[in-house]
């Protein structure tokens, strides 16, 4: 049967060869030992928003490969501002490596949002799509379990916030709450969690306000005091009876739509299952469209840090708490 296009323009029938990022958000950088990862939020032309990983190296090896292009002028090369990689100010050495880093990451971001206004030949051209577009190690990364990421204070209301540094790549962690309590969400609306209600926990802030998703996919800072951690056993039900777990998948080989109820689809997007079936063809949704695509096609989408997407996609300054206030109440005994 004919699956339905929910989203407007189709995705079936022959594969666009126009997709290309339009935006890049920087997010944060992950740190182990001395080897730094930048995480760059890449919103692609097809409406799909990838996480990608690169380091300092990375942009200026791919900089300067811009000069050995000759269709690249002049103009457009410092237009991109090549000081972002003849090195960091004194003043920026001062503040210590950990600003220096944010530094580098504030001005990596404004190099991609630079690059990605120059004439379209350049912005989206071979080159620049190769860049940006999710590798492997994007999308099934293995990190070590010592590993840290630290990302801006930029979902924080203090006077002067500090970075937050977060306990990553390990998954989001499930928690009880212990007493019915009512808040407000990420989004302004209000976020009620009952007695023995579940929630993930997706970041650990110092002052006692954890940012945490319900059964609803609501998001919204919440007392730590009021949650108790699941024992092992719990937390693995609780995972198994997730319908959201393995829903993600990526396409590891890109694949024409042969008919009209197929999707054609390029390599490194993120696709979600909505049916599985033991015939090799899955129903999955893909820019507002559903379709058949061979599963040969896909991978499990195991990146640990996609729920950070869903954070910096709701705007958490719009409702989020003076995290600099006393909890509501002192932790119950």
């Known amino acids: 049967p004919l699956a339905p296009c929910e989203g407007g323009a189709a995705a079936v029938g022959k594969m666009s060869c126009h997709r290309y990022p339009v935006n890049v958000k920087a997010v944060g950088f992950m740190q182990c030992r001395k080897q730094k990862n930048y995480m760059m939020f890449v919103s692609w032309s097809d409406q799909n928003n990838i996480l990608i990983y690169r380091t300092f190296e990375d942009f200026k090896k791919f900089h300067f490969n811009f000069f050995s292009i000759p269709q690249i002028s002049i103009a457009v090369l410092s237009q991109l501002c090549p000081w972002y990689f003849e090195g960091i100010t004194m003043q920026q050495r001062k503040g210590g490596k950990l600003n220096r880093c944010l530094e580098i990451l504030k001005l990596l971001e404004t190099y991609s949002q630079e690059l990605l206004k120059t004439d379209v030949k350049i912005s989206r051209g071979e080159e620049v799509n190769q860049f940006f577009k999710a590798q492997t190690q994007d999308l099934d990364p293995s990190f070590p379990e010592n590993s840290v990421v630290i990302m801006p204070s930029v979902f924080r209301r203090e006077k002067n916030p500090q970075p937050l540094s977060i306990t990553l790549p390990q998954a989001s962690q499930s928690y009880r709450c212990i007493e019915a309590f009512e808040t407000k969400d990420t989004k302004n609306k209000p ?5 023995k209600e579940i929630v993930e926990v997706l970041i650990k802030d110092m002052t006692g306000w954890w940012l945490v998703e319900n059964a609803d996919k609501q998001i919204a800072w919440f007392p730590a005091s009021y949650l108790e951690e699941l024992d ?10 997730s319908n959201e777990e393995g829903n993600l998948y990526f396409v590891v080989q890109a694949y024409e739509a042969q008919k009209a109820d197929e999707l054609s689809l390029n390599q490194g997007v993120v696709v979600e299952v909505l049916r599985r079936s ?5 129903l999955i949704r893909y820019n507002g469209c559903t379709g058949y695509m061979p599963s040969l096609c896909l991978r499990p989408y195991q990146n640990p ?3 950070l997407q869903t954070i910096l996609s709701c705007g958490l300054n719009s409702s989020t708490p003076n995290l600099c206030s006393a909890q509501p109440r002192a932790e119950p005994v």
Request: glycine fraction near 4%.
């Open 191 to 195: 976020f009620t969690v009952a007695q």
């Open 232 to 241: 092992a056993c719990e937390d693995i039900q609780t995972a198994l009876s």
């Open 278 to 282: 033991h015939d090799g063809w899955w």
């Open 305 to 307: 840090h996609h729920k």
